[in-house]
């Protein structure tokens, strides 16, 4: 081993390496044995696409070259696909139509994608098949109007039989969807019961959102496909329903958080009473997530008799399967961390999971013995046990007497040494959402930076989802002062115990994450010594006055209703708090992002660079909010690593491009 300085260290974690290497793998579901999932790719500029594994394990791609299975209900998306008796129903990014391919008799034999809705202004997401009446039933938001909010609804798509043509549809043979429930500013999660006769679905109104408050409806279904005794069966008062869905057999289960943690319910609809499913829980546990997107699940039926779930547990998430009469839960799999997808039958579970030393993968989990058969890796990086960092769930004391949570990764690699007496920069990461949540999983963008000398800390400051409905709450009202707290509280509680150097911390998040960098730097300015924003909101009002309807109003939650209490917006808006930020920062923007819009990041760059202070800003044509394009991610890493260098004054192992610093 050699001695070197933290930050000095050659890593076999190229930057380009990291970026090429890592899909997002997700959206699993199951049909005929087969296996399909969504697979986004870097080095195709960020596309999503679908692809289908056959029992025998052959894989191959469903959809053409040219096509990115993506939706832009909520900007979010998520939901973008369904399949059924082996005809996929998918919305194709670039125009947002909805699209059926007939599954081919041999993979990599691609079908012409065939038109279902035709071009203009609607986005659909979420979709179910319902085969009885030959439709789909899905999420519709329609932005015809222009200059007002769009309006969201739950549609139906007639079907009809499949166009076996070598081109796609012509505009005279589409279809028009038709809204079947409507009235409430968004709705999700519409699933039919197993014989079709009944609907369940979520919906909500501003200002909350949908870990804040949901309502869960059912209803009847006639022969002509209209919903009649439409009856709501939970949720509203503060309480936050999840993935409503039916078993073989008729039952209605969903998620709720009525007890301050996500647990699961079974419903009895003929007297209107539902049960806890599960008897043995765990502390502290959750089986819930945040809805950031469609689609999403924590648990499927394996067959009649039992379930398969997936619930999280100081930070870290579980598989488990539940017996359906007993309600006893049993661990299954445990060497896993399940991300934010499950599919299962009688006798399998399909789900994308890591663990801390592994990378996300799509597995097979059969259930009655528990072996885990792996189906595609989201990282064709191998790395050595020597190079990775594990991540140490820690708590630690912060503000008002509270504890928060985080993981602490500490600087590994088997080559090299620090000099005796040293402490590493350290680098505190702030999560996007707010309410979202740092994962444990083995990330190669975390290792990047572990593996060349830092240590890292990613906080999951109050306001984060996991740790229970109070925890969540604790950001309400308190956007910009909690988080802030918490993740100083955090770097201060390390480098009092000697993991990292109070000279050289730094700060980095991204999109609210990267409010909360520019609020830490600012308004507790000292603190940090550096600090990286990624599409991060530097102006509150503004954001509140120009961002997408989804999130409208969640700031009203966060910081107070708007313009009542616009002092307040002001207050906390780190663009005008540029007098208290004392050090350098890097800031990182996609040009097409309509979360947080461009102007965000260049009036913060505007602003520290007027205030002499050293600042650089990177901007990207072609990407949104969250960079997926390899170029981006792999020049986004190497152009922080060469600032922390200029900054710190150490020179990195690696060779890269230099970045225009002004003042510096």
């Not at 009525?258 to 765990?282: H, K």
């Not at 994450?513 to 924003?533: D, E, I, N, P, R």
């Not at 969250?626 to 990195?652: H, S």
Request: aromatic share 10%; glycine share 10%; hydrophobic share 40%.
């Amino acid at each position: 081993m050699r001695t070197a300085p933290y930050g000095t260290w050659a890593s076999p974690l190229s930057a380009s390496a990291v970026a090429a290497g890592s899909l997002r793998l997700g959206a699993v579901q199951l049909d005929r044995g087969d296996i399909y999932w969504l697979e986004g790719r870097p080095q195709e500029r960020g596309r999503s696409v679908l692809l289908r594994s056959s029992p025998d394990g052959s894989i191959g791609e469903v959809v053409p070259p040219d096509f990115n299975v993506r939706s832009r209900v909520h900007e979010y998306g998520g939901g973008a696909y369904t399949v059924g008796d082996g005809t996929v129903y998918c919305v194709n990014f670039s125009d947002q139509q909805v699209y059926r391919i007939v599954a081919a008799d041999a993979l990599n034999s691609v079908s012409v994608p065939e038109a279902l809705t035709p071009p203009g202004p609607w986005r659909y997401a979420d979709f179910d098949v319902d085969v009885r009446r030959q439709r789909l039933i899905c999420v519709r938001e329609d932005h015809t109007q222009e200059g007002r909010e769009p309006i969201n609804t739950i549609v139906s798509i007639p079907l009809g039989p499949a166009k076996r043509t070598d081109s796609p549809a012509e505009a005279g043979h589409y279809v028009h969807s038709e809204v079947i429930a409507s009235g409430y500013d968004f709705y999700s999660t519409p699933r039919l019961s197993a014989d079709g006769t009944k609907l369940a679905w979520l919906s909500w109104r501003h200002p909350a959102m949908p870990w804040d408050e949901t309502e869960l409806w059912v209803a009847d279904v006639d022969a002509n496909g209209a919903l009649t005794n439409t009856t709501r069966v939970a949720g509203g008062n503060a309480e936050s329903i999840y993935q409503p869905g039916w078993s073989p057999d008729g039952a209605l289960y969903y998620v709720s958080d009525r007890t301050g943690w996500w647990q699961l319910y079974r419903s009895d609809l003929s007297d209107r009473s539902d049960r806890a499913v599960i008897r043995n829980l765990p502390d502290e546990a959750e089986f819930g997530r945040p809805a950031w997107v469609f689609g999403t699940a924590t648990w499927a039926c394996a067959g009649l008799s039992q379930l398969i779930v997936s619930y999280t547990q100081r930070g870290r998430w579980h598989l488990a399967t539940v017996d359906v009469a007993s309600g006893i839960l049993s661990p299954v799999a445990p060497g896993l961390q399940p991300d934010e997808w499950i599919a299962a039958d009688a006798s399998s579970a399909i789900v994308v999971a890591g663990s801390d030393i592994a990378p996300d993968r799509v597995v097979r989990i059969d259930i009655a013995t528990g072996e885990v058969a792996s189906i595609r890796s989201a990282s064709k990086q191998p790395v050595e046990a020597g190079y990775v960092s594990v991540p140490e769930a820690i708590e630690f004391p912060t503000a008002d007497g509270r504890t928060a949570h985080a993981f602490y990764y500490a600087p590994q690699n088997m080559d090299f040494n620090a000099p005796a007496g040293e402490a590493p920069p350290l680098i505190a990461i702030t999560h996007g959402g707010p309410t979202a949540a740092a994962s444990a999983t083995l990330d190669l963008q975390i290792q990047y930076w572990t593996s060349r000398g830092f240590a890292l800390v990613d906080v999951n400051y109050g306001g984060s989802s996991g740790y229970g409905r109070a925890y969540r709450d604790r950001l309400n009202g308190n956007w910009g002062i909690v988080d802030v707290a918490d993740v100083t509280s955090a770097a201060r509680f390390l480098c009092q115990t000697g993991r990292g150097d109070a000279g050289r911390l730094i700060i980095r998040g991204g999109s609210a994450g990267g409010y909360t960098t520019l609020a830490a730097l600012t308004f507790q300015a000292g603190v940090f010594k550096a600090g990286a924003s990624y599409y991060g909101i530097s102006d509150l009002e503004v954001l509140e006055l120009d961002t997408h309807k989804f999130e409208a109003r969640y700031s009203h939650s966060l910081v107070g209703p708007y313009p009542e209490a616009r002092d307040t917006y002001r207050a906390r808006s780190p663009i005008h708090a540029i007098d208290r930020l004392a050090c350098p920062l890097i800031l990182f923007q996609g040009l097409e992002d309509k979360v947080v819009p461009p102007n965000q990041s260049q009036m913060m760059a505007d602003a520290v660079r007027d205030k002499r202070l050293p600042v650089a800003y990177l901007a990207f044509e072609g990407e949104q909010h969250g960079f997926r394009r390899a170029e981006t991610i792999a020049r986004c890493l190497e152009a922080e690593l060469y600032f922390y260098g200029k900054v710190f004054g150490f020179t990195p192992a690696d060779s890269t491009e230099p970045v225009e610093i002004a003042n510096l």
